[in-house]
């Protein structure tokens, strides 16, 4: 397979976005995003991407000259628009607005409104926990589960991310969607003709099913049954109904070239633990958690796998499938 540098893969990315119509700053931003993930060993948020990515572009599903911008703002709290562009160069000015609110105020909360698929939800986070703070990331996407009790798809699969500074090594990062198993990884498997495990999905007709492709024509099965689907309706409101950006219901699916423009929404909250406890106590508290934790032989730290993976790939390149890698060298042109 072939094996590309972290940089000569972004680099790829880069020239593919922009030869869809993105512009520099959003082309370097996505870019940059998408092969972090493919270094940190999550290949259905990285450069697999690009083609779906590169097609929304060309059929006006994303804006590539889009200028993301904060339009309300009140203490603590703002509202960034998106634009319609793709979500990161947004999402990275939400992360700043939020860093400097909760400098001032102590905590804030940044939504994002008129977005698109923002990758992965803790990539975003890193800047909070450089800067000394809490951080959560949450956001929606285009139905793809049925609510507790229901059938048809209503909410996304709306992944929620958290990271926690410490006094000496990396952040705690928790990131997880709401799905039983992420519907990237049953796009990948369905575009390689495998199956996906049990229990993870509902063909269109409710039944329970492994076919890959049935999966995403279904409806995904929440994490924990009805209580994985609640805390998908509490990421819902809180990334939509606060920001004004469409439910997943409203959202035609990320996966297909054709379709409305996704609109959908992210959000942002960062809290300054020296405004709290203060951080010398924050940052006692969080080792003592962790000590205790690690009194098991064989516990992870949440993040940590990720951490070595992208190191790893820094050091010896990142592995693509010989068809990802003929179709962004014909992307990019």
């Known amino acids: 397979m072939p094996r590309l540098s972290p940089a000569a893969l972004r680099d790829l990315a880069e020239r593919a976005l922009r030869r869809a119509g993105a512009s520099a700053a959003m082309a370097s931003a996505a870019a940059q995003a998408l092969t972090e993930a493919d270094a940190q060993g999550l290949g259905s948020h990285g ?34 628009d998106a634009a319609g562009g793709l979500a990161f160069p947004a999402c990275a000015l939400a992360v700043a607005e939020a860093i400097r609110r909760a400098r001032e105020f102590g905590v804030s909360f940044v939504g994002v409104t008129n977005s698109h698929h923002f990758g992965v939800a803790a990539y975003h986070l890193a800047p909070v926990a450089a800067a000394a703070m809490v951080g959560l990331a949450l956001g929606n996407s285009p139905a793809a589960m049925a609510v507790a009790g229901g059938r048809h798809p209503v909410l996304g699969t ?41 229990g993870w999905a509902l063909d269109a007709q409710g039944n329970p099913t492994t076919d890959a492709r049935a999966a995403l024509s279904g409806s995904m099965l929440a994490m924990g049954g009805d209580k994985g689907a609640v805390l998908a309706l509490v990421i819902e409101l809180l ?90 060298i014909e992307l990019a042109g």
């Open 239 to 328: 990334a939509c109904a606060l920001t004004g950006a469409a439910m997943g219901f409203e959202a035609d699916s990320f996966l297909v070239d054709e379709g409305n423009r996704p609109g959908v929404g992210q959000a942002f909250l960062v809290i300054d633990p020296a405004a709290l406890a203060g951080m010398p106590v924050y940052l006692e508290r969080i080792e003592a958690l962790i000590a205790e934790m690690e009194q098991d032989p064989g516990v992870r730290l949440p993040g940590y796998r990720r951490d070595a993976l992208s190191a790893a790939a820094a050091r010896d390149g990142i592995e693509i499938g010989p068809a990802l890698h003929r179709q962004l």
């Open 158 to 198: 709306n992944p929620v991310a958290a990271i926690f500074p410490r006094r000496n090594g990396a952040p705690l990062t928790i990131d997880l969607s709401l799905s039983q198993g992420a519907r990237g990884k049953v796009m990948i498997a369905a575009k390689e003709g495998r199956a996906i495990p049990p």
């Open 47 to 80: 450069v697999a991407r690009i083609p779906q990515y590169a097609a929304h572009l060309r059929n006006g599903r994303a804006v590539g000259d889009a200028a993301a911008d904060v339009i309300r703002s009140r203490g603590g709290a703002a509202l960034v």
